[in-house]
């Protein structure tokens, strides 16, 4: 059975397109088309992204024995200011590509979230804005400057309601590939 999936990956560019093809994934850049033995995959890795103008985007990377990589995402631009979820064709090629990669190589590595480091970096620097943050707003108070105050806790809102979803969605831990994470695999099941 033939799988397709294509998104444009940039605001400016051309789209990216995946067959999938038993074995084999066949990636056309439209500069370039590559052909990509699915037994030669070392790993798979899902993560969050928080898009630009609030887009969540989820983004599939597969890196290759010989360390080359390419990577598929959930959103698809259309101009500089529109993008376009793809989240129910993107589960359908995801779910597939993983079935086919675990057929084709029962050694491939599956993950879910960043890098162990940079998941920690991340969730560091946000706990020290975030307590950075309540130390402006104690001080602030503290010297009658209600609407520094104010600010510094609208601010704090706003970082938690990006930072959460990234440090929560991209911990680090394997999982099987039929059975991938649905955080990390938007649309319906």
Same mark, same amino acid.
Request: proline residues 8%; glycine residues 8%.
């Given at each position: 059975?033939?799988?397709?999936?294509?998104?444009?990956?940039?605001?400016?560019?051309?789209?990216? =397109? *995946? /067959?999938?093809?038993?074995?084999?994934?066949?990636?056309?850049?439209?500069?370039?088309?590559?052909?990509? +033995?699915?037994? @030669?995959?070392?790993?798979?890795?899902?993560?969050?992204?928080?898009?630009?103008?609030?887009?969540?985007?989820?983004?599939?990377?597969?890196?290759?024995?010989?360390?080359?990589?390419? =990577? *598929? /995402?959930?959103?698809?631009?259309?101009?500089?200011?529109?993008?376009?979820?793809?989240?129910?064709?993107? +589960?359908?090629? @995801?779910?597939?590509?993983?079935?086919?990669?675990?057929?084709?190589?029962?050694?491939?590595?599956?993950?879910?979230g960043k890098p162990?480091?940079?998941?920690?970096?991340?969730?560091?620097?946000?706990v020290a804005s975030?307590?950075?943050?309540?130390?402006?707003?104690?001080?602030?108070?503290?010297?009658?400057?209600?609407?520094?105050?104010?600010?510094?806790?609208?601010?704090?809102?706003?970082?938690?309601?990006?930072?959460?979803?990234?440090?929560?969605?991209?911990?680090?831990?394997?999982?099987?590939?039929?059975?991938?994470?649905?955080?990390?695999?938007?649309?319906?099941?």
């Amino acid at each position: 059975m033939t799988q397709t999936y294509e998104h444009n990956p940039r605001p400016v560019g051309g789209p990216v =397109s *995946f /067959t999938l093809k038993g074995g084999e994934l066949v990636v056309d850049t439209g500069r370039k088309v590559h052909q990509v +033995r699915l037994g @030669a995959v070392e790993s798979v890795r899902m993560v969050y992204e928080p898009g630009r103008f609030g887009q969540k985007a989820y983004r599939t990377k597969v890196r290759m024995k010989d360390g080359k990589t390419f =990577s *598929f /995402t959930s959103v698809s631009w259309k101009s500089m200011i529109e993008a376009e979820q793809r989240t129910d064709a993107y +589960r359908a090629f @995801a779910q597939a590509l993983f079935s086919a990669i675990a057929q084709a190589n029962p050694d491939a590595r599956f993950e879910a979230g960043k890098p162990y480091w940079i998941w920690l970096s991340t969730t560091l620097l946000a706990v020290a804005s975030l307590l950075a943050m309540a130390i402006l707003i104690w001080r602030a108070l503290q010297m009658g400057s209600t609407s520094v105050a104010f600010l510094g806790g609208l601010f704090a809102l706003v970082g938690v309601w990006q930072i959460e979803p990234m440090v929560r969605l991209n911990k680090p831990r394997p999982f099987r590939p039929d059975a991938p994470p649905p955080e990390l695999l938007p649309g319906q099941p």
